[in-house]
Every structure is written in structure tokens, then in C-alpha cells.
């Protein structure tokens, strides 16, 4: 039984396409999308997969304090609830990872290797713990 509401308390902040079709490279830092997280105090990456075909699919999470690709670091372990597994197929491909850090700015980042088909996969940023309630309804 639910005691609490969470629907003026959270936010899907961003959807990240993070490899949206079939034969789909790396992404670059430079490519992925921004997270802003500005407002919130608690962040989950909830990923979430369709068909994996083939190959490794390596995510990683880099923040920033300004919104300058230059800028963005990899995430340490110590600011990070759980940790991004490599997927290889559906089994292993719904994942969640919270961020604790300290930085306004998340870039989530895709490696790819041996995949010839790939796969179809994407990241939610749910943005919680807001600083100012009720959160806007979109």
C-alpha cells in the first residue's frame, strides 16, 4: 500500500537516447546529452534496454560544474549508488545507478566494442528530492 505520492516529487528530468538504432557507434562526450540537475538533491540513471544484439555496451558517467564539454570527469566510484554493468544482452540491461556527487552537470557516456548490429537502449535521468515543491507537472 502506498503512503507517500511521488508524482509532485519527482521529475524525469532528461531522456537520453543512448544508442537509439541499429549499428550505432560510441558516443562521444561531446555528443551526449547534458543532465542538468539543478533544483534536485537526489538523481537516478534508470537504464532501460529493448533488443541487444550483439557486442558490449559500456556506460559511464562523467560531471561537470559548468556545461563545457572540456570540463567533464569521470564520475569516482564514491559518488555513485551502484555502478554501471556492461551489458551484453536484455538480461543484464535494466540497470539503475544513483549519483551523490556534487556537480550540477551529468553526461552519460556509451563505449561500444565487437557489435555489428548493436542494440536499442536508453537512459532516464530521474531527478528527485527537489528543492522546491509541488515539482512541475510536464
Known amino acids: 500500500m502506498a503512503k507517500r505520492e511521488l508524482?509532485?516529487?519527482?521529475s524525469v528530468g532528461t531522456q537520453v537516447a543512448i544508442a537509439p538504432a541499429a549499428h550505432a557507434a560510441s558516443i562521444a562526450?561531446?555528443?551526449a546529452t547534458t543532465i542538468d540537475t539543478y533544483g534536485y538533491e537526489g538523481i537516478l540513471l534508470q537504464l532501460l534496454c529493448g533488443?541487444?544484439?550483439?557486442?558490449?555496451h559500456t556506460?559511464?558517467?562523467?560531471?561537470?560544474?559548468?556545461?563545457?564539454?572540456?570540463?567533464?570527469?569521470?564520475v569516482g566510484a564514491g559518488d555513485l549508488l551502484g555502478a554501471f554493468?556492461?551489458?551484453?544482452?536484455?538480461?543484464?540491461g535494466n540497470q539503475k545507478?544513483?549519483?551523490?556527487?556534487?556537480k550540477r552537470y551529468l553526461r552519460v557516456i556509451d563505449t561500444l566494442s565487437g557489435q555489428t548490429?548493436?542494440?536499442?537502449?536508453?537512459?532516464?535521468?530521474i531527478c528527485g528530492v527537489a528543492m522546491h515543491k509541488?515539482?512541475?507537472?510536464v
Request: no cysteine.
Open 7 to 10: 508524482y509532485h516529487n519527482l
Open 29 to 31: 562526450i561531446a555528443a
Open 51 to 56: 533488443t541487444i544484439t550483439d557486442g558490449t
Open 59 to 74: 556506460l559511464a558517467v562523467y560531471e561537470s560544474d559548468t556545461d563545457v564539454t572540456a570540463n567533464y570527469t569521470l
Open 85 to 92: 554493468v556492461a551489458v551484453t544482452s536484455v538480461v543484464n
Open 97 to 102: 545507478v544513483g549519483y551523490i556527487g556534487g
Open 117 to 125: 548490429t548493436g542494440g536499442i537502449y536508453s537512459l532516464v535521468a
Open 134 to 137: 509541488p515539482v512541475a507537472v
